[in-house]
């Protein structure tokens, strides 16, 4: 006995009219079957690879590194954003997995066996009973439970996209705040070294007096008390100013490429850009949210599930073709079977009521989740408005209150110093570039108010920071980092 003897031994195969005919029927279905290809979302680029267990290296970050750069970096590798789309390759595969179920099925089957026949049998003296089959199935009809199934996983789908792009936007925000931060540390640190700079003076002045006899102990311990603070306070700005560098770096995907030089922005056109009406805004909100967006997706999902397990009892149509080969014949041994069958279940232990109970569930968590989501939208339109408002109203006079001072400080001190009645600038100059520092955080402040803005209606970050004509005479001022 060998597997060779179902084809080797013409005396033993069971030829029956018809079967040529049908294995060439079941080729062709072969044939087609394998032509079917998975279906996959054509709307977003390749996900990155990341076999070998890491996150895929991007391009360095331009340098000096502007706004623009950051409003147009790729995101694809980065963290956040690749988590997402993971989320989002799942629900391409299980919509996959549920459109397989309505196609064709071709399967390939096969024994080898060895066999003793019994006293009765017609070939008593044959052993070998091998078989080798192809079957061939196809769902007809399910009364509309497949198409609920599938219109769940399109849902999901659907849903999981808008919370990749959704993610992404986020992303970006944060990337824009970093991208603040680091402009702010750079400032705010210039200005307390200019300030260092002036108590170190005054420290030194004060040891030379101190060793003429000028200046008492009290007072020279005072200025060396002042002298410390300051440095203790230069050294933690200087360590603010390598920390956001770092969290621009991680949150960009770049772990490795601390950016070095920055561009200041030019965003003073925001403080003229018409804010919009609460109402307005929370209409739009309402309608646009990617977030909210998602979640109603979800909901068409859990209506379809709903709907598939309400229909679970009901019958089922599918045809089915067979074509066997045998080494031995049998009464009940067919080369060639086609027919279409009949499942009705009748009773399933309970099974169809848990479904339901748990797609209600399901419906129910995601209208909560939904209006949680509406009231926040709502709740975050408001303070955008208000706080928008209050930058451009408030904290634009204050900024420009601080300016003034600091301007017409520096021009008094200088005068003082010109006429020979002060010995130095005093606190001019760490005074202009705290106003400067203040400028620079209330423009930031507005700009990624409208950032989130921006997020919240589901337009591009850029569009609203830069879309408008803006001064764009002279050039970026570019801060560095220093060693």
């Given at each position: 006995m060998s597997f060779g003897h179902m084809f080797d031994n013409p005396a033993r195969r069971v030829i029956r009219p018809g079967a040529g005919s049908s294995v060439t029927v079941l080729g062709l279905a072969f044939l087609i079957v394998s032509a079917i290809a998975p279906v996959r979302a054509g709307d977003l680029p390749p996900p990155p690879d990341v076999s070998e267990g890491r996150l895929a290296t991007p391009d360095p970050l331009p340098q000096p590194l502007g706004l623009d750069d950051v409003l147009s970096l790729p995101l694809d590798s980065q963290y956040g954003v690749l988590a997402a789309r993971s989320r989002y390759e799942q629900r391409v595969a299980e919509r996959q997995l549920t459109q397989a179920d309505n196609r064709p099925q071709?399967?390939?089957?096969?024994?080898?066996?060895?066999?003793?026949?019994?006293?009765?049998?017609?070939?008593?003296?044959?052993?070998?009973?091998?078989?080798?089959?192809?079957?061939?199935?196809?769902?007809?009809?399910?009364?509309?439970r497949q198409q609920d199934r599938e219109a769940a996983a399109e849902a999901r789908l659907?849903?999981?996209?808008?919370?990749?792009?959704?993610?992404?936007?986020?992303?970006?925000?944060?990337?824009?705040?970093?991208?603040?931060?680091?402009?702010?540390?750079?400032?705010r640190y210039q200005a307390i070294n200019e300030r260092m700079a002036i108590l170190f003076i005054r420290y030194d002045r004060a040891r030379d007096r101190q060793e003429l006899g000028q200046t008492s102990d009290y007072d020279l311990a005072r200025f060396e008390r002042d002298y410390q603070e300051i440095l203790l306070e230069r050294a933690r700005a200087d360590a603010e100013r390598r920390l956001t560098r770092r969290h621009l770096a991680e949150l960009a995907g770049r772990p490795d490429q601390l950016p070095r030089e920055l561009r200041e922005p030019r965003l003073d056109a925001l403080f003229e850009r018409e804010v919009p009406a609460v109402g307005d805004l929370i209409e739009t909100a309402l309608a646009e949210d990617l977030h909210l967006n998602a979640l109603r997706r979800k909901y068409d999902g859990s209506e379809s599930d709903l709907a598939t397990a309400r229909s679970g009892n009901l019958p089922s149509l599918h045809a089915e073709v067979n074509a066997d080969y045998y080494t031995r014949e049998g009464a009940t041994r067919d080369p060639f079977r086609a027919g279409v069958y009949l499942e009705f279940p009748l009773f399933r232990g309970g099974a169809r009521n848990a479904e339901i109970g748990a797609a209600q569930a399901e419906r129910m968590a995601v209208v909560a989740e939904m209006a949680e989501r509406e009231a926040a939208v709502r709740r975050y339109a408001t303070e955008l408005v208000e706080m928008i408002r209050l930058q451009q109203s408030v904290g634009l006079s204050r900024m420009q209150a601080m300016e003034n001072y600091a301007d017409l400080n520096f021009t008094r001190n200088q005068t003082l110093y010109q006429m020979e009645k002060a010995t130095d600038l005093g606190d001019a100059m760490a005074e202009m570039s705290m106003a400067k520092f203040e400028r620079m955080k209330t423009t930031y402040d507005l700009a990624t108010r409208w950032a989130e803005y921006a997020l919240l209606t589901n337009r591009s970050i850029e569009a609203v920071l830069l879309g408008q004509p803006e001064d764009n005479s002279g050039e970026d001022q570019v801060t560095e980092e220093t060693s």
């Amino acid at each position: 006995m060998s597997f060779g003897h179902m084809f080797d031994n013409p005396a033993r195969r069971v030829i029956r009219p018809g079967a040529g005919s049908s294995v060439t029927v079941l080729g062709l279905a072969f044939l087609i079957v394998s032509a079917i290809a998975p279906v996959r979302a054509g709307d977003l680029p390749p996900p990155p690879d990341v076999s070998e267990g890491r996150l895929a290296t991007p391009d360095p970050l331009p340098q000096p590194l502007g706004l623009d750069d950051v409003l147009s970096l790729p995101l694809d590798s980065q963290y956040g954003v690749l988590a997402a789309r993971s989320r989002y390759e799942q629900r391409v595969a299980e919509r996959q997995l549920t459109q397989a179920d309505n196609r064709p099925q071709l399967g390939v089957n096969g024994r080898l066996r060895y066999v003793e026949p019994g006293d009765v049998a017609v070939e008593n003296d044959q052993h070998d009973d091998h078989q080798a089959g192809l079957s061939l199935r196809q769902k007809l009809f399910d009364f509309g439970r497949q198409q609920d199934r599938e219109a769940a996983a399109e849902a999901r789908l659907d849903g999981e996209r808008l919370a990749l792009l959704g993610e992404e936007k986020r992303q970006r925000l944060a990337l824009l705040r970093a991208y603040f931060d680091v402009l702010l540390a750079d400032q705010r640190y210039q200005a307390i070294n200019e300030r260092m700079a002036i108590l170190f003076i005054r420290y030194d002045r004060a040891r030379d007096r101190q060793e003429l006899g000028q200046t008492s102990d009290y007072d020279l311990a005072r200025f060396e008390r002042d002298y410390q603070e300051i440095l203790l306070e230069r050294a933690r700005a200087d360590a603010e100013r390598r920390l956001t560098r770092r969290h621009l770096a991680e949150l960009a995907g770049r772990p490795d490429q601390l950016p070095r030089e920055l561009r200041e922005p030019r965003l003073d056109a925001l403080f003229e850009r018409e804010v919009p009406a609460v109402g307005d805004l929370i209409e739009t909100a309402l309608a646009e949210d990617l977030h909210l967006n998602a979640l109603r997706r979800k909901y068409d999902g859990s209506e379809s599930d709903l709907a598939t397990a309400r229909s679970g009892n009901l019958p089922s149509l599918h045809a089915e073709v067979n074509a066997d080969y045998y080494t031995r014949e049998g009464a009940t041994r067919d080369p060639f079977r086609a027919g279409v069958y009949l499942e009705f279940p009748l009773f399933r232990g309970g099974a169809r009521n848990a479904e339901i109970g748990a797609a209600q569930a399901e419906r129910m968590a995601v209208v909560a989740e939904m209006a949680e989501r509406e009231a926040a939208v709502r709740r975050y339109a408001t303070e955008l408005v208000e706080m928008i408002r209050l930058q451009q109203s408030v904290g634009l006079s204050r900024m420009q209150a601080m300016e003034n001072y600091a301007d017409l400080n520096f021009t008094r001190n200088q005068t003082l110093y010109q006429m020979e009645k002060a010995t130095d600038l005093g606190d001019a100059m760490a005074e202009m570039s705290m106003a400067k520092f203040e400028r620079m955080k209330t423009t930031y402040d507005l700009a990624t108010r409208w950032a989130e803005y921006a997020l919240l209606t589901n337009r591009s970050i850029e569009a609203v920071l830069l879309g408008q004509p803006e001064d764009n005479s002279g050039e970026d001022q570019v801060t560095e980092e220093t060693s």
